[in-house]
């Protein structure tokens, strides 16, 4: 296969991951953002679904608020962000 080929299947993977992270985040913003608490989901069921949707457990899934500290290292996102694929 030449490079050109390779180069087109690497940009479609991410281009994918970032329409599916997108779609996540959109989730998260609506049910935040919904106005009606009986129709937002259960705070600890959205966690849960999150996880399984990023194929991640729910311990997992709390590590990127730590993510957010100013104090996280560069090297610790990566280590993590590795483990998401």
Known sequence: MEHGGQAGMVFE??????????????EIEANLGEADVDRRDDGEVFETKVALQLGR????????????????????????AGKLF
Do not use: H
Not at 13 to 22: I, P, V
């Open 57 to 80: 457990s729910l311990s997992e899934l709390k590590q990127f608020r730590a993510m957010a500290s100013p104090s996280f290292k560069d090297e610790d996102v990566k280590d993590f």
């Open 13 to 26: 993977l991410c281009r994918n991951c970032a329409g599916f992270y997108r779609k996540i985040q959109e």
